[in-house]
């Protein structure tokens, strides 16, 4: 009985061949970065530090730009709220290569160049319907802070953002990001500026841009991938 049963369950308790699974979102690459350790105030989360307003969105597996229509772009407001306007109608999205060269990584780009639809020191949800291999309709939400000169990641824009661009000066423009290279993503972040390369100019975006008090995540929200 006990084998009989075993059996049972090793063969029909398995994923059946051929389902559909959904691409998973499992970062927004290279925008997150850990907290420096020297700032005891740091906290983790996921801000977009750059005025191009660019959001990447790396997935576990092929996919494919969302479901025409179905990008949402909404203001975070307080317990658990959301604002009513949907800015997804203002960007494009377009599938790039992840880190491993596959086309796992998502694109989302203001659709007017030079366009910037996200207010700065506000909090966003972006959520849409995306298809993947063998799955359609697949759900994914994200919750982050548009903050830019947040080089650092710590909700704040201070000395300590200041530090972090400057250790990190790369005057070259036109050499591509290596997404595999951790130096590669912080310098992608201290590129405030969004020209491609990182020199005093980005200094200036970020001092210009000082706001020592954290922007917190209004009330009801967790920020980061929403499960």
């Known amino acids: 009985m006990g084998v009989a049963l075993g059996y049972f369950l090793f063969h029909f308790i398995q ?6 699974e959904c691409p998973k979102l499992i970062d927004t690459f ?45 203001e975070l407001r307080a317990n658990g709220a959301y604002g009513d306007t949907n800015l997804g109608g203002l960007f494009n999205v377009s599938v790039e290569l992840d880190p491993g060269g596959e086309p796992n990584m998502l694109k989302v780009v203001p659709a007017t ?37 947040d080089a650092n990641n710590d909700w704040r824009v ?20 290596d997404w595999n290279d951790t130096i590669a993503q912080q310098r992608y972040r201290s590129n405030v500026n969004a020209d491609n390369f990182v020199n005093a100019n980005d200094l200036s975006a970020v001092n210009s841009r000082i706001h020592p008090l ?7 929200h967790t920020p980061g991938i929403q499960k």
């Open 15 to 20: 994923p059946l061949p051929g389902v559909a």
């Open 158 to 177: 201070n000395a300590n953002d200041l530090s972090f661009v400057n250790s990190r000066i790369a005057p070259r423009p036109g050499v591509p990001w």
């Open 30 to 74: 290279p925008n997150r970065v850990d907290p420096s350790p020297n700032d005891p105030s740091a906290r983790a989360g996921y801000t977009l530090s750059r005025t191009g307003q660019v959001i990447y969105l790396l997935f576990d597996s092929r996919v494919y730009a969302p479901t025409l229509g179905s990008l949402q772009v909404r």
């Open 214 to 220: 954290a922007v917190p995540v209004p009330s009801g």
């Open 113 to 149: 160049p030079g366009s910037r639809p996200l207010t700065e020191r506000t909090w966003y949800s972006a959520s849409a319907l995306v298809r993947g291999s063998s799955a359609s309709d697949c759900p994914f939400a994200l919750k982050f802070l548009n903050l830019p000169g």
